[in-house]
């Protein structure tokens, strides 16, 4: 039987196992081109990126991104033609978006997001942001990816992507905050019987797609199933607020995974950076220093979880002995010892000053990356190892 034959009655006997789908392939080499046209398998047409993309208005040049991404073929099969490992440096996984426009073979939306990615870098006063969905129905779990486009001078957020539900893709650069976009896709899920269960976004990518830096593909989650969705639509506009801090501060420290767990000690040698922080190991050695006679001060207000630092301690003496640790030189007793009740007056002034910075210290900088929100919401506390899942949406 000839290979042509053998394809067709393949072809006819849909759908194909893996054991089928690795014979035809295997026919699919020895056909001629004119025979797998009759079939129709011809090679899929090339995506076209339209030219002078930078002359255009914002809206238009994603608009127009969002035509290529789509001219490809949505991937129905189980597994993928590209390598869609996150664990890459950027410019590694900008190679496989030049892959997929040489290609153009069918494809998911993780593959969407690099070739978003490529599409925008260097698009002045914007910022390109993995957005990762988790939803699920009847028991089952999905996962869906998509390139969240915050543009600087307008304001307007917007996203890019492909999926086999219209609502779950390319999202118009008409959204005022970050909630308000992924509201609108918890919005689409539940118009398809989903339930969204978390929603993930991390750091911007790059621009220069070149460059060898790790992403952050995890930074902020939020669990809409479980909480409020007024608690997490302020958790995401404040990273919304925040994500150029952040981006900056995780490039400096390069850390892998960006977001460690509270336990993880943040080294002060690894940068300057770094050793400016204020780390909940370094609070607690600090702590170690004064006097056992202390009282405990009254916790300040805007902290949610004290459990990191001694039992006792509030966040007003943790914040003195920062600063009083300056004064060693002149408030030493005979013993060497430096009660917090011989500082004095010059000492006042500090804990009012301590008590105003209680919440950006204890609660905005848990891991020394900056703002980070809630505990919940940090990402390097996510219980599940999904660094490799299969996206499906």
């Not at 069918?106 to 914007?126: H, M, N, Q, R, S």
């Not at 000690?265 to 922080?277: I, L, P, Y």
């Not at 600063?323 to 010892?337: R, T």
């Not at 000053?353 to 900088?365: F, I, K, N, P, V």
Request: charged share 25%; net charge neutral; with cysteine.
């Amino acid at each position: 039987m000839s290979s042509y034959r053998a394809l067709k009655e393949i072809l006819e006997s849909l759908p194909l196992n893996e054991a089928k789908q690795q014979q035809a392939a295997e026919l699919v080499r020895q056909c001629s081109t004119q025979e797998l046209q009759s079939l129709g398998l011809s090679a899929p047409p090339r995506p076209v990126v339209p030219k002078n993309l930078e002359k255009l208005p914002i809206r238009e040049r994603l608009m127009s991104v969002q035509k290529v991404i789509a001219s490809i073929e949505y991937n129905h099969s189980p597994g993928y033609f590209y390598n869609v490992s996150k664990d890459r440096p950027f410019s590694r996984i900008m190679d496989t978006a030049r892959e997929v426009l040489r290609e153009a073979m069918p494809i998911k939306c993780i593959e969407a997001v690099f070739l978003g990615a490529l599409l925008t870098a260097g698009w002045e006063g914007t910022a390109r942001m993995p957005l990762g969905l988790k939803s699920g129905v009847n028991g089952e779990t999905y996962r869906h990816i998509v390139l969240v486009i915050h543009h600087a001078p307008s304001q307007k957020w917007g996203a890019l992507g492909i999926s086999r539900r219209e609502e779950l893709m390319f999202k118009d650069l008409a959204f005022d905050s970050l909630s308000e976009l992924v509201a609108d896709f918890k919005a689409g899920y539940e118009k398809w019987w989903h339930k969204l269960h978390k929603a993930r976004i991390g750091l911007p990518f790059e621009h220069d797609v070149f460059s060898n830096s790790s992403v952050c593909w995890r930074y902020c989650s939020v669990s809409p199933a479980k909480r409020n969705w007024a608690v997490c639509a302020g958790i995401l506009d404040k990273f919304g607020e925040d994500y150029k801090l952040l981006a900056s501060r995780f490039k400096v420290l390069g850390f892998a995974p960006p977001a460690p767990s509270r336990s993880q000690a943040v080294d002060a040698g690894q940068s300057k950076a770094a050793a400016m922080s204020v780390s909940p190991v370094r609070r607690r050695q600090g702590l170690q220093k004064l006097s056992t006679a202390t009282p405990p001060a009254t916790t300040g207000k805007g902290l949610r979880d004290v459990s990191m630092m001694s039992e006792g301690i509030s966040s007003s003496v943790c914040k003195v002995e920062l600063k009083a640790s300056k004064l060693d030189g002149v408030m030493e007793n005979s013993e060497g010892q430096r009660p917090l009740g011989c500082i004095g007056a010059d000492l006042a002034g500090a804990l009012s000053h301590a008590q105003s910075r209680c919440d950006e210290t204890l609660e905005g900088r848990i891991t020394g990356l900056g703002p980070q929100y809630n505990e919940e919401e940090v990402m390097g506390r996510d219980s599940e190892n999904e660094s490799d899942e299969d996206y499906d949406a």
